[in-house]
């Protein structure tokens, strides 16, 4: 089923579970995570960053769509980092149920004017919206980007940033970075900054820059009040590493012989993830509340 990101992340909250948005940019990678989803009956967020959707094209989504609409388990379409109201409306006109406006990198006020206008638009569709208040640092390994010195997110700037834009959730900064962590750089997460936030907010929060950090304080920020974790690097990692060792030791060029087993990692990793987010058994929560499907006038 397909669910806009408030329905799918308030039966989160209510249960003390997170839901992994996994970020895709192909039909592998889609069918990575929705099978690894019905396999561990759990809620899944298909991510798109606004350059996998250029790289995807639009029609791709159709498929998308009608992949998780059957599905016995729920799924959220979300732009992942949407830049702007454009890449944004592109988004909403390929059917997806949810954005991110990432305006994190603007002044407060100028974040507060992006978000807002992406959120008045969006309302009135019923696409629930993401928004950034902090940053998130960079690896230096990924399309997300994001800057070298994580400024943590303040309690009372959250308040404020909520109350101004209405935004449905928040992406935090309390100290991850997007990409694999080099080898020297240990990641250390402010659960005293998450704490004190989530004292505060009531909407769903939301971790970007999930992979490789260690697994305990994932789960510690989950416990703590964490509904959305976001995962890219690691699971394509997987998959890739995998990709890798096919054609370094084969002859092969079929699709369909080299992919599977890079599936097959991949879904492992994504597994993990899940029992880390304690989102595993949870999609019958959402099939016994007999949720309404997300629809919007283009879908
Ligand atoms: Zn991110």
Known sequence: MLLNMNQLLEVAKENKFAVGA????????LRTVVEAAEENDSPAIIAVHPTELDFT????????ISRVKNSSVPFVVHMDHGDNLASIMR???????????????LSFEENIAVTKEVVDVCKKINVSVEGELGTIGNTGTTIEGG?????????????EFIEKTGVD???????????????????????????????????????????????EEVARAVQIGIQKVNI?????????KKCREILSTTELWDANAIYPDCIVEAKKV???????????????????????????DFS
């Open 147 to 159: 800057v070298s010195e994580v400024i943590y997110t303040q309690p009372e700037d959250a308040i």
């Open 57 to 64: 094209k639009d029609e791709f989504f159709q498929y998308v």
């Open 169 to 215: 959730s928040l992406a935090v900064a309390i100290g991850t970075a997007h990409g694999i962590y080099p080898k020297n750089v240990k990641p250390k997460l402010r659960m005293d900054v998450l704490e004190e936030i989530e004292e505060k907010v009531d909407i769903p929060l939301v971790l970007h820059g999930g992979s490789s950090n260690p697994d």
């Open 270 to 296: 994504i597994t993990q993830k899940m029992n880390l987010f304690n989102s595993v058994g949870k999609a019958t929560i959402y099939r016994d509340k007999n949720i309404k499907p997300f629809r919007n």
């Open 22 to 29: 996994f970020n895709v940019a192909d039909s592998n990678f």
């Open 91 to 105: 988004a909403i006109h390929c059917g997806f149920s949810s954005v991110m406006i990432d305006g994190s990198l």
């Open 232 to 240: 890219s690097s690691d699971y394509k990692f997987a998959f890739y």
